[in-house]
């Protein structure tokens, strides 16, 4: 918690700073251009705007403390596409991401997040990626709560960036953090009965109908920060041609990069940007970092999904909830189909 404190404070003061510097670099322009002119501009205003804007700044983030991060919601949407076999049209998935449990301090607040979850009465529950912030002690807190998530085709999950732990400072070399992602991967299959998916795939059927759910782990696409490169595509989709194949993958970069160019993959879910924990005016500050960042995007009749999780890195959010996503597919009528017009 003492971490939570330092983060808040820490950021609230940055953008503080930030916002005090635009009046008083305003006021120093007007002084200097009035100066040859003998115009000698009060300063007063301008003081006035900067106690006003700072103190704007720490009411926005006290908020998003106290009040802003308790906040959830839950957005529901639908996918359409000729390609899902009949046997899926209405099939339920939601769509959760960035749990970090270690952000959970308040009690009861996972549990009631999750009792949102159930209420929808999900076919399945996928999870794309970091479980925790940087340690796996801090899971067995909220273990009884994590072990009751589940849904009819169970929970399934793709490891993120903090989940191959590259911030924890414990570990000093490559095979050591491996082998703390292997452990968590180990720990969601057996405690809590999640599918890990790493690189690879599995096969959803009813009746004579399937589809398939494919899972990578982390892989930038190039935007943003630097992270960590684990994910194989290729892998994750081999032997799926021809199948309607939803894609876990944490980072919603990797979309573009790699995902539209190089697979047939339909709907692709991810999180990682946790649209920044700050929307104002709806618009999310991970747009100055991402191209896709928050909600949906559309490309030739395929859908990214980027959630903006349910836990977070630093302990605010403002004007952006946690974000519990409902996803119904639907079969598309294909106007190309013999059957049209029947």
């Not at 095979?175 to 180990?186: F, G, P």
């Not at 021809?242 to 980072?251: A, E, K, N, Q, V």
């Not at 928050?294 to 977070?312: I, P």
């Amino acid at each position: 918690m003492a971490m939570f404190w330092h983060s808040i404070f820490g950021v609230a003061l940055f953008f503080s700073a930030f916002m005090a510097l635009i009046p008083n670099l305003l006021w120093l322009i007007v002084r200097c251009i009035g100066l040859p002119f003998g115009y000698h501009l009060p300063y007063a205003p301008f003081g006035w705007a900067t106690l006003a804007l700072t103190g704007l700044v720490w009411i926005l983030f006290a908020g998003g403390h106290y009040i802003g991060r308790f906040r959830s919601k839950v957005t529901q949407i639908e996918y359409s596409s000729a390609e899902l076999p009949q046997a899926f049209d209405g099939y339920k998935i939601v769509h959760i991401s960035d749990l970090h449990v270690d952000s959970f301090d308040r009690p009861g607040h996972l549990e009631k997040l999750f009792a949102l979850i159930e209420d929808r009465h999900p076919d399945i529950i996928l999870f794309t990626g970091d479980i925790t912030t940087g340690t796996m002690e801090s899971l067995r807190e909220h273990e009884a709560a994590l072990c009751s998530l589940n849904a009819k085709d169970g929970v399934v999950s793709v490891l993120g960036n903090h989940d191959f732990f590259i911030y924890d400072h414990r570990f000093h070399t490559n095979e050591e953090r491996n082998d703390e992602a292997d452990r968590l991967t180990r720990y969601e299959r057996q405690t809590l009965g999640w599918k890990v998916l790493r690189n690879e795939s599995f096969i959803l059927h009813r009746g004579e109908d399937s589809i398939a759910v494919a899972g990578v782990d982390n892989i930038n696409g190039g935007q943003g920060f630097h992270t960590i490169q684990k994910g194989n595509l290729k892998n994750a989709v081999k032997g799926l041609d021809g199948i309607f194949t939803i894609l876990m993958t944490h980072d919603p970069s990797h979309w573009r990069a790699e995902v539209l160019p190089d697979s047939h993959v339909q709907v692709t879910l991810s999180g990682h940007t946790h649209a920044a924990q700050v929307r104002l005016l709806g618009w999310s500050l991970a747009h100055l970092m991402f191209n896709e960042c928050d909600g949906r995007y559309d490309h030739e009749g395929r859908m990214l999904y980027v959630n903006a999780g349910l836990g977070g890195v630093v302990p605010f959010r403002i004007g952006c909830p946690s974000e519990i996503t409902v996803i119904t597919l639907r079969r598309a009528l294909d106007i190309s189909n013999k059957e049209f017009g029947k």
